[in-house]
């Protein structure tokens, strides 16, 4: 479906008047346009690509404001909603409560109002409808052939498709589920998408409204259901899912993982640091390849702390070696390539003094790749101890230290072994995480 289709398609939930004048814009708005904002008694505003669009009564569009613009009764909007609804309001009150209902041909609209409260405290559904945000939905042939050959170029692997609202997750998902069913020229994996919202095929009758190949499609199935209905009716290779957002929904596509199944999945995310922050997200990653090379590089790393501070021991103990020697001594030493943060404080230690070097060298994330805040921390605390006291209770804390990482190190070892139990059926996570800020 075209962009100018589909925006036509999406107006036609609108009432009358408001659909016949929207259908009346320029074809490039139509185009460029992925939301469509009405308010009661307030101007219709359409949403582009390149900004937003008040309409007038003609279908002229403009960017500021003038009177006469179009704007929406409370009745208009009222008939819109019932039609969004297919006549049946009581029938999506509970998709309405939840603040949006999903529409034909993938489209969305998120709803506004009055709040009708049932007695255990939750929204039960709206009534006096004050504002409705419809989400235009797109097809895009093609998104994903920058991302398949990378990711798919050795087989099917799990994936984790990251970013905000409106960034193309579903888009994205969408064409994947067209390219590997076959339909590009490529091979044939056996796909299933769990469509809770049907956003992602929109399927009317039964039928697939947008091209998703030859997948098989479960619309309106909570995920956690239609996860568990595929795996035991459909023998998928792959599971396509959009939104993920709880633990039961993690705990099925875990499942499914350790049965051989790959998985795809998006996550509404801003940026990629707050997918450990998000825990279904986080469980997930703590689940594939991902999660896998971090546990290894932590163990690698503590590995060579541990070593780090038996040299710098040796040194105190042995040669009484001034702070700036044993720093010059652990820069040379070929084995401690790997911790980043002591050249960079060999660095900085020619600006400043080596407390505050050590410091600002562990400050930079780019230097702790792998470690906890909590390994850092401890890192800090131990660069503040050295040349501040006497020798002896330098010699000390270097064995503080010392009994305090290797304690870390094993814990890391037996994280990974439990771990490793896991991971190699879950495909190759790592890599496979792709976080988009727009398609």
């Not at 562990?362 to 790749?369: G, P, Y």
Request: net charge neutral.
């Amino acid at each position: 479906m075209r962009a100018a289709d589909s925006f036509d398609s999406a107006v036609d939930f609108l009432d009358d008047r408001l659909r016949t004048v929207l259908l009346g814009v320029d074809s490039r708005v139509k185009e460029s346009a992925y939301e469509i904002r009405l308010r009661a008694a307030r101007p219709v505003v359409i949403v582009t690509r390149v900004g937003s669009l008040f309409v007038y009564k003609s279908g002229r569009t403009g960017s500021v404001y003038s009177p006469g613009a179009l704007a929406a009764t409370p009745a208009e909007l009222q008939a819109s909603f019932s039609r969004m609804c297919g006549y049946s309001v009581h029938s999506n009150s509970a998709a309405a409560a939840s603040g949006f209902i999903s529409l034909a041909h993938g489209h969305r609209a998120g709803v506004c109002g009055t709040a009708v409260m049932a007695e255990s405290g939750i929204v039960r559904s709206f009534r006096d409808i004050s504002s409705v945000n419809l989400r235009i939905a797109h097809e895009i042939p093609g998104a994903a052939d920058e991302i398949y050959p990378s990711v798919f170029s050795h087989g099917i692997v799990s994936v984790i498709i990251a970013g905000p609202p409106l960034s193309g997750k579903t888009t994205l998902l969408r064409d994947l589920a067209r390219r590997l069913s076959g339909v590009s020229g490529g091979r044939y994996y056996r796909v299933a998408i769990v469509d809770e919202r049907g956003e992602i095929a929109a399927s009317s009758g039964g039928c697939p409204q947008y091209d998703v190949g030859f997948s098989d499609v479960l619309t309106g199935y909570p995920k956690d259901v239609g996860i568990l209905t595929a795996l035991r009716t459909l023998s998928p290779q792959i599971i396509i899912c959009d939104e993920i957002g709880n633990l039961s929904e993690t705990k099925r596509i875990l499942e499914g993982m350790n049965s051989g199944v790959n998985f795809l999945v998006s996550v509404h995310v801003g940026k990629d640091e707050d997918l450990r922050s998000r825990p279904a997200a986080a469980e997930l990653l703590l689940a594939g390849g991902y999660a896998a090379r971090m546990l290894s590089l932590r163990v690698s790393l503590l590995e060579k702390i541990c070593i780090m501070l038996r040299v710098v021991r040796t040194q105190l103990e042995c040669c009484c070696c001034p702070v700036g020697d044993v720093l010059g001594i652990l820069g040379s030493t070929p084995d401690l390539k790997e911790l980043m943060f002591i050249p960079e404080c060999i660095k900085l230690c020619d600006s400043e003094p080596f407390p505050q070097a050590w410091s600002d060298s562990l400050s930079a994330r780019k230097n702790t790749v792998g470690l906890t805040s909590s390994d850092v921390s401890r890192l800090v605390s131990f660069g503040r101890s050295l040349g501040t006291t006497a020798l002896e209770g330098q010699i000390a804390n270097c064995d503080m230290f010392c009994a305090d990482f290797e304690l870390r190190l094993s814990e890391a070892r037996e994280k990974k072994k439990k771990y490793a139990k896991v991971l190699p059926p879950l495909g190759a996570l790592a890599g496979a995480v792709i976080v988009i800020a727009a398609v």
